[in-house]
């Protein structure tokens, strides 16, 4: 093997280690990989430095922040919030409705904000709430920590991990929804039950639930609207514009401006508060990962995954998706996504196959994310939180919830990709 | 020389910011569906210096804390009745 290749084999192993083990931040780890990249790939004439500015994609980063403005507003407004506490009053104190409540609540708060912030507002909810009925909170916690990272399987905008292999394989808001969106509401039923017939010994008995109103939590009902407005645009324009030319990036962006605008808050302020941790992650990994696409070292992994995998799209799509659940399992899913788009755009399908493979991908990345405590930033926080309380969750008790939920969602989507993509006899 | 105690500094402050967050939104949760409650700023009245550490452990005085309630209590009385409360 060319020793240039061995050097940035080396330095992408070097940030996934790093950034795993939590040595450094996820953002300082692939910025100095990115760093490394670039200075060995200059030096031995891999890439040029006009080439090197072309290996960030700007349109993922305007996506992401765009986006990511939108759903701070949104989040400032109490939006999330309400919805949060219109589920736990619709339980009425049945401990079955609550969790049937919490498990699709956070699924779907999850669909438009970050994990690890779906997390920070459920966990508030659930402590809150289990304090008040004095029920264990464990079984609502480590339930809810499961739909999140579900429910940002469901859409275009739900993850990181979507974005990139939305943006990589060209994936319309409508084409992601036409392909995933019955799979994900079956994943939906299927997570709720599984992890309901696991928990339902510890739910807690019947209490009477405070009266409330959670309208009433809110201080400014007139950004309350307008932002409710902004994410019922963004989300309208993402299904509307895309025939017209318009990139999912020019949605956000523009939505973000107009969220600003209308808000009136103070914008250094709602900027202060972006993720700019995943942000600065994405585009040093991005450069990590277009050095290494340099070296041909991707193209030559992707030829030799998919010979294989042999010509049947069954054994490549089903590949995928296992291989991705099972990486992610283990490391960030964002560079799960980000290593695996450039392998999979390298090989050339026909037809149906290429969606198939991509749906895979997006299932496989986001899917392994909560399989046990060290899968994903967001079952870190949980574990966290749990501990403020005052409980301690052991590792092996959240793993054998994960690895359960996790087989049973990734065999599921299995079945669906070959009945969906009709992958048998082809 | 890399100065390990500030860069421990500042990974232990991206955790914390976290921790800040949740606690402000447990906040927001237990206004709304526990029992409300306020916090107020009291400083140390003007010519009282001598007692202040008198004044700081006023903060976990039950009796004190008791007076406090009353006091909100005989004011929200007031407010219920639509009497103007006594300055």
């Given amino acids: 093997m060319d020793a240039t290749i061995l050097i940035f084999i080396l330095i992408y192993l070097l940030t996934i280690l790093v950034s795993a083990t939590e040595l450094a931040p996820l953002s300082v780890a692939a910025l100095g990989g990115a760093l490394l990249t670039a200075w060995f790939g200059i030096q031995y004439n891999v890439f040029t430095y006009e080439e090197a500015l072309g290996f960030v994609d700007m349109r993922l980063l305007a996506l992401l922040i765009g986006t990511m403005v939108v759903v701070e507003i949104a989040k400032r407004s109490g939006l999330f919030r309400v919805l949060a506490l219109y589920a736990v009053k619709f339980s009425g104190g049945n401990p079955a409705k609550l969790f049937f409540s919490v498990c699709i609540a956070s699924a779907f708060v999850s669909m438009f904000l970050s994990d690890p912030m779906a997390m920070l507002l459920m966990a508030a909810a659930t402590v809150t709430i289990a304090k008040v009925l004095k029920y264990d909170p464990t079984p609502y916690f480590l339930s809810a920590t499961i739909m999140i990272n579900l429910g940002g399987t469901s859409t275009l905008i739900g993850s990181v991990s979507n974005m990139i292999i939305g943006m990589e394989a060209n994936i319309s808001f409508t084409e992601f929804l036409n392909y995933l969106f019955v799979c994900e509401i079956m994943l939906w039923a299927l997570t709720i039950f599984v992890l309901y017939i696991i928990f339902k010994p510890k739910l807690g008995e019947k209490k009477t639930l405070p009266e409330y109103k959670p309208l009433e939590s809110i201080t400014n009902k007139t950004l309350f609207y307008k932002s409710a407005f902004i994410l019922f645009l963004l989300v309208f324009l993402f299904l509307t514009l895309e025939n017209s030319g318009v990139g999912p990036e020019g949605v956000a962006i523009g939505c973000a401006i107009l969220a600003l605008i209308l808000s009136k808050l103070d914008p250094a302020e709602i900027f202060r508060e972006l993720d700019w941790e995943t942000v600065f992650f994405i585009a040093g990994f991005m450069f990590i990962v277009g050095g290494l696409e340099k070296t041909q070292i991707l193209t030559d992994i992707s030829t030799w995954l998919f010979q294989m995998a042999g010509p049947s799209p069954f054994n490549s799509t089903l590949m995928t998706l296992w291989f991705s659940g099972i990486a992610s399992t283990v490391v960030s899913n964002t560079a799960i996504a980000l290593t695996f788009a450039p392998i999979i755009g390298a090989h050339v399908f026909s037809g149906l196959n290429s969606s198939a493979v991509w749906s895979a991908l997006i299932l496989g990345t986001n899917l392994g994310g909560a399989t046990t405590p060290f899968s994903g930033s967001v079952c870190a926080m949980a574990i966290g939180a749990l501990r403020r309380e005052g409980i301690s969750v052991k590792f092996g008790d959240f793993a054998k919830v994960g690895l359960i939920t996790t087989i049973i969602q990734l065999s599921f989507s299995s079945l669906y990709l070959i009945a969906r993509f009709g992958l048998i006899g082809v | ?87």
């Fill in chain 2, 1 to 87: 020389m890399i100065n390990l105690a500030k860069i421990k500094k500042w990974f232990g402050s991206r955790k914390l910011k976290r921790e800040r967050t949740y606690e402000e939104e447990k906040r927001e949760f237990e206004m709304a569906m526990g029992k409300p409650f306020i916090n107020i700023r009291i400083e140390i009245p003007d010519g009282f210096e001598e007692l202040r550490a008198l004044f700081l452990s006023l903060e976990k005085d039950e009796r004190f804390l008791e007076e406090v309630k009353n006091l909100v209590k005989k004011r929200l009385t007031y407010e219920r009745q639509g009497l103007k409360p006594p300055s």
